[in-house]
């Protein structure tokens, strides 16, 4: 079941430039997870934050989460080509480990 | 081995049709899913296997048929299916249920198309 939304739908931005997307979700979580899809293909696991983390880094990643507000962002900086894909949130909770999905970020980078 | 294989690539059925899907996965996780996933949605989760019994359906109807024979292979039958079923179908493992620590692992999915 979809539990999260995430912002924007879409988002087009030169390359080398930062992008940056959001996702609220509803319940209390357990952890936050970002993955990435290139054209409907598999989904790639790129980050994971817990709940008692406010922030967290790899590569050029930077996830931030906000517990009080019930939302994370997702920052990729000096965005390159191969960046395009959408990009989706999900979430687990303590009492079910499924993954809750948001309704996902479609990114385009323009050369 | 570090990844989720799923074949075929591309599936087209007519409704009256018997198909099977098929993963494979030799990292050593003991939870695997079959989602559903239409154009622009987040995927559906169908079915969670853990130590490979059913331990979740998500009210899939009976035409989709899961199997896991063993710890490394998950199978999805298809019968009798309709033409709002096409969807990309992604099957993903992780090391054990209701460990998410190190995320998902995914397929690249099967494209499959009902006429």
């Known amino acids: 079941s979809q539990q999260g939304e995430e912002d924007p739908q879409a988002l087009s931005i030169q390359e080398g430039e930062n992008a940056t997307m959001n996702c609220s979700y509803k319940t209390s979580i357990n952890n936050l997870q970002w993955y990435r899809q290139n054209s409907g293909r598999g989904l790639v696991h790129l980050i994971l934050i817990r709940s008692n983390e406010r922030e967290k880094h790899s590569g050029r990643l930077r996830v931030t989460l906000d517990t009080s507000k019930k939302s994370s962002s997702l920052l990729i900086t000096a965005s390159r080509a191969a960046d395009t894909a959408s990009y989706f949130c999900?979430?687990?909770?303590?009492?079910?480990?499924?993954?809750?999905w948001g309704a996902g970020t479609k990114l385009i980078i323009k050369p | 081995d570090t990844e989720v294989t799923q074949t075929p690539k591309h599936l087209v059925m007519g409704m009256t049709n018997k198909k099977s899907l098929k993963c494979e996965q030799h990292?050593?996780?003991?939870?695997m899913y079959w989602y559903k996933q239409k154009a622009k949605k987040p995927p559906e989760l169908m079915f969670v296997y853990s130590y490979e019994k059913l331990s979740i359906n998500e009210s899939v109807p009976s035409r989709f048929s899961p199997e896991c024979p063993n710890s490394s292979l998950l199978n999805l039958h298809l019968h009798a299916l309709q033409p709002e079923d096409s969807a990309l179908y992604l099957c993903a493992s992780s090391t054990q249920p209701g460990e998410v620590r190190y995320g998902y692992t995914f397929g690249s999915g099967t494209r499959l198309t009902v006429v």
């Open positions: 999900a979430t687990t909770m303590d009492s079910n480990y499924q993954l809750i």
């Open positions: 990292m050593g996780h003991r939870a």
